[in-house]
């Protein structure tokens, strides 16, 4: 559910049109829904509802400030993996004491600095970090509050590219490990054990993987409290799927009624980390049609964003929906169409085989881009990257300029002489 909708023949974003944005702000353009956003956060938030609770919105998936903002007003916490998207989380104003560190290559310092302003849990994914993590928090004077990341060696049935939480995947420590590893933390002397973790995979459609995983770690939790580990948090990361195309995940407050109901009796604090569900299909990409070139193979639309802008289709074969930001009129023949960026590459291409009524000069909306749409974006053929806007009712808010060539050489010097 969006806010992306046609009035007559013209794509709105909230209450205003597609076009006139595009006009004001240029193209490629990406577009976000305020009420959106706050929707889709708040699914979660009324599914969990008085049950003890976090949502960890994840960073990776949108990190525009004012994102960002948008769901720290909300209440939100923030699952991060770098330092800069922990100072991203602070500059928009969100509370470090709902921030939760992922991610298998914590540096020292990141985590020094995520010590140093109290975030609420690091996800340690091996043990090395956690050995470094202690050494960290003791050189601080401090403890630090862990969960572990558990794979569970679970089949999140998506592509496996975005398949997490399977043995020959790098990330988290093999549930056959974990128990050791929960006594090797426990004894550490600056680390404070808080919780289990996990996260799968993303783009799941089904909620039979998290179900199953679940399982898994409320066996290791009940094993651990047998041995006076006691765990106050339950982190079942992020990973539900959206409609991009004819998929049909499950909604939020579906998964969140049935993780609830396994909980059963525990007191655990229920934390999630959803990242696409919350942002993709509050954000539409804006192109514009430069030319059209026929083939004798194919019918060519060579638009103004390429894989620099959005990579998804590049990377992962990803299908998106492209419609129109203004209807042609009906009789207006369509044809099947390849869009493609200007990229030199073939692989430079946003959608194949589009049956669409096309003229120079006209506006495409790519849909559901709000989640690893810009946040993937690159400068890759020396392209600048694109401008990000705000739609909030009837008002719009340019909340990332488009980058200017200056900016894009700012760090980059030639040599002396
Ligand atoms: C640790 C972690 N948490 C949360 C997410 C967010 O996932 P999604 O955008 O699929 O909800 C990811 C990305 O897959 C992740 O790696
Ligand atoms: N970037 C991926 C998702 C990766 C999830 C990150 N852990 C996508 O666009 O589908």
């Not at 990973?239 to 995940?249: F, S």
């Not at 085989?353 to 000069?361: F, I, K, S, V, W």
Request: hydrophobic residues 40%.
């Amino acid at each position: 559910m969006d806010y992306f909708n046609y009035q007559g023949d013209t794509l709105f974003a909230e209450e205003l049109p597609v076009n006139e944005l595009a006009e004001q702000y240029g193209t490629p353009l990406y577009i976000y829904s305020r009420a959106t956003l706050e929707r889709h956060y708040k699914a979660y938030d009324d599914a969990l509802g008085a049950h003890p609770h976090l949502i960890c919105y994840a960073v990776k998936a949108n990190s525009n400030l004012a994102v960002l903002n948008v769901l720290a007003r909300q209440g939100s916490g923030f699952d991060i993996v770098s330092v800069g998207e922990l100072e991203r989380v602070l500059a928009a104003g969100g509370d470090p004491a709902k921030v939760i560190f992922s991610g298998v290559g914590k540096q020292p310092d990141e985590m020094r600095r995520a010590l140093q302003v109290g975030i609420k849990c690091f996800n340690v994914e091996s043990e090395a970090e956690l050995e470094r993590l202690n050494d960290v928090a003791g050189s601080m004077g401090v403890k630090a509050p862990v969960s572990l990341r558990v794979n569970p060696d679970v089949d999140a049935k998506t592509h496996p590219y975005i398949s997490t939480g399977l043995k020959e995947n790098k990330f988290g420590i093999s549930i056959d490990r974990a128990e050791d590893v929960y006594r090797k933390a426990a004894a550490l002397p600056h680390l404070d054990v808080r919780g289990v973790d996990c996260h799968i995979g993303s783009q799941l459609t089904d909620s039979t993987p998290f179900l199953d995983a679940l399982d898994r770690l409320l066996v290791l939790i009940d094993r651990l409290a047998e041995q006076g580990i006691t765990i106050d948090h339950l982190d079942l990361g992020g990973g539900l799927g959206v409609r991009y195309d004819d998929e049909t995940p499950p909604e939020p407050g579906d998964y969140a009624s049935l993780v609830l109901e396994r909980l059963g009796e525990r007191q655990l604090t229920l934390i999630m980390e959803p990242g696409r569900s919350i942002a993709a299909n509050a954000g539409i990409l804006v192109t514009r049609v430069e030319y059209l070139k026929p083939t004798e193979a194919k019918n060519f639309a060579i638009v103004d964003a390429a894989m620099n802008d959005l990579l998804r289709p590049s990377l992962y074969s990803a299908w998106q929906a492209i419609i129109p930001v203004v209807k042609p009129a009906a009789d207006k023949e369509t044809q099947s169409y390849d869009l493609v960026g200007p990229i030199c590459e073939t692989g430079d291409f946003i959608g194949k085989d589009r049956e669409l009524a096309l003229e120079q000069g006209d506006l495409l909306a790519v849909r559901s881009a709000g989640a690893y749409g810009f946040a993937m974006s690159s400068n890759y053929n020396s392209r600048n990257r694109a401008a990000e806007v705000m739609a909030d009712g009837s008002q719009s808010y340019l909340v990332r300029r488009r980058e200017t060539f200056a900016q894009q050489i700012a760090g980059e010097s030639v040599l002396p002489g």
